[in-house]
């Protein structure tokens, strides 16, 4: 196998990462459980050095060689990037500030009450042992960061699930479209907080500053082009507002989400802006899950991190659905409205795994803790469409209610 190039072995690669989940989601039959994306993540980390690694080290090492892996982070950087400025664009605050007292209730507490109930999960697990701070982490950003990745909803994917039940265009599905906004726009706020670096402050100063002026300057130019001129101006933008952010020690993915948010989604055609969204998704977020597997680590032993990814699992459910039911409470909602919309909320998936691996980035986090989130992301996600569907058909009432 000397003969063999690095495009090559890049190929072989490329054919596990799209082969292996394909086959076994569609001969499994998973989707009912497990959607295509989430069989996905879990081969990323089957893929990875803690299981393909450890049970067959000499091909692991032949396949995902230095180069392979330098090569495959340059797409699932800019996938992730792509899908984040998506995410960023789709946000619609407008209508979520003419009925700001009930989203702002709601999207108040789905925060609040996972952040609490994850941070003290971090908490605990802080206490067994130091194998779960970075080289570069402070106590209180590993507390808040994990307490953080037990808030997030996935908002991309959210919309995939509703989409496949049918509710996204109903006005329950707006609902909870509007918080999970709400939502990501605090992640990402907290997360800005969490990156905050004091040796760095004048560079982050500036890059608000030119932010601001460019995110003028990139409105109007937006207004006043074609549309399929906007989406190669919003290409450019997207890779110039991640530098900065690179550059300013806030991290790419921060430039990213803010580039797309920005923006605003009635510039884009819905249909075209649906499609671009999934192709991203097929043709090259599956490289993005594998680089993240690649991340994963055991090395504090499988069990313990099991049982670290079960803790953060039952703390993001349940912080998320207290929250919902607190939120339901005070809005007098119908019963077993909140237990709906809280398992809705709880959806983890991608956004979750992105914040995991910023805060590995940065080395806040080590590899066992990223590996604990990342297993408990894929919990929540897979347990979402099983329990969801059930509550819809006994609250068909709910499904057309406005608020």
């Known amino acids: ?62 396949v995902f060689r230095p180069e392979v892996i330098t090569a495959l982070n340059g797409v699932a950087w800019w996938a992730v990037m792509i899908f984040v400025w998506i995410a960023g664009i789709e946000l619609d605050l407008s209508e979520a500030w003419k009925r700001r007292r009930e989203t702002g209730v709601t999207a108040g507490f789905a925060l609040v009450m996972p952040l609490l109930f994850g941070s003290t999960a971090a908490l605990i ?44 265009r109903q006005p329950i599905g707006q609902r909870i479209f509007r918080y999970a906004s709400l939502d990501d726009v605090a992640i990402w706020g907290v997360l800005a907080l969490i990156l905050l670096d004091w040796e760095r402050i004048g560079r982050q100063g500036a890059f608000l500053v030119m932010f601001t002026v460019a995110a003028y300057l990139v409105r109007r130019l937006m207004q006043n082009i074609p549309e399929r001129d906007r989406w190669y ?58 680089s993240t597997g690649l991340r994963t680590n055991w090395d504090l032993g499988g069990v313990t991190v099991f049982a670290a990814a079960a803790l953060l699992l039952f703390a993001s459910v349940t912080g998320k659905l207290a929250g919902i039911h607190l939120a339901g409470r005070i809005l007098k909602w119908e019963k077993g409205e909140a237990s709906l919309i809280g398992w809705l909320l709880q959806t983890k998936a991608l956004i979750m795994i992105i914040f995991a691996n910023i805060l590995l980035d940065k080395q806040i986090i080590t590899n066992e ?12 996600t897979m347990l979402t469409i099983p329990v969801v569907t059930p509550k819809l058909k006994q609250l068909k009432s709910v499904i057309s209610r406005s608020a």
């Open 1 to 62: 196998m000397a003969n063999v190039t690095v495009t090559e072995v890049f190929l072989i690669a490329m054919i596990l990462i799209f082969a292996v989940p394909y086959l076994i989601w569609r001969l499994a039959r998973t989707e009912y459980y497990a959607p295509l994306v989430v069989v996905q993540i879990v081969c990323g980390i089957l893929l990875g050095p803690g299981i393909l690694g450890a049970v067959f080290p000499d091909y692991y090492s032949f």
């Open 125 to 168: 697990l802080l206490q067994t042992g130091s194998g779960w701070i970075g080289d570069l982490g402070r106590y209180w950003q590993v507390v808040i960061g994990i307490g953080m990745a037990c808030a997030v909803t996935a908002l991309p994917i959210l919309i995939l699930f509703m989409e496949k039940l049918e509710i996204f």
């Open 233 to 290: 101006v919003g290409l450019v933008w997207l890779a110039a507002a991640g530098f900065a952010a690179d550059w300013a020690g806030l991290h790419y993915m921060v430039g990213a989400f803010l580039s797309g948010a920005i923006l605003d989604a009635k510039w884009f055609d819905q249909k075209r802006m649906d499609d671009f969204r999934a192709n991203v998704l097929l043709a090259i977020m599956p490289v993005f899950f594998l």
């Open 369 to 380: 803790a990223f590996t604990a989130l990342l297993l408990m992301a894929v919990g929540s």
